[in-house]
């Protein structure tokens, strides 16, 4: 993926420096210190939700094995003047998706999503149908 900011062109790469970079900010710690990094975990959930901020953070740390890379206050400058957000949500994605450090957490997650969502929807329709009954009244 190619992010053109101010003219330069940046390479975008979902592999595994991106996880890593991602493991660092986000991650668990036990009483022992050991660390486990949840950095995909946590935040493709956000993304998949439509978060901008999870957006701009994983174009920026998209570009970590950039010789030159822009900064976050420039991600965050190309997103507020993006011309349509959700195409590039939806090409960051589908990046995710492709990438061998990315695919089969992504795709857990997004089943996960979408059971969670099946699970609301059919919840709503319950509370929605319980509504609609009409109550007997209790008259002696």
């Known amino acids: 993926m190619i992010l053109k900011i101010k003219d330069i062109e940046y390479g975008v790469k979902f592999g595994i420096g991106f996880v890593r970079k991602l493991d660092e900010k986000y991650y668990v710690q036990n ?50 003047d993006a011309e349509n957000i959700d195409v590039l949500f939806d090409e960051v994605i589908e990046e995710l998706r492709r990438s061998n450090a990315t695919r089969a957490k992504l795709g857990e997650l997004e089943a996960n999503l979408k059971e969670e969502e099946e699970k609301e929807k059919a919840r709503k329709e319950a509370e929605k149908a319980g509504r609609e009954i009409p109550k007997k009244s209790m008259k002696r």
């Open 31 to 80: 009483n022992t210190s050991v660390k486990f990094g949840l950095g995909v975990e946590t935040q493709v959930p956000k993304l998949l939700t439509g978060d901008p901020v999870a957006l701009s953070e994983f174009l920026y740390l998209g570009t970590c094995a950039e010789e030159k890379r822009p900064s976050q206050a420039d991600v965050d400058e190309y997103l507020d």
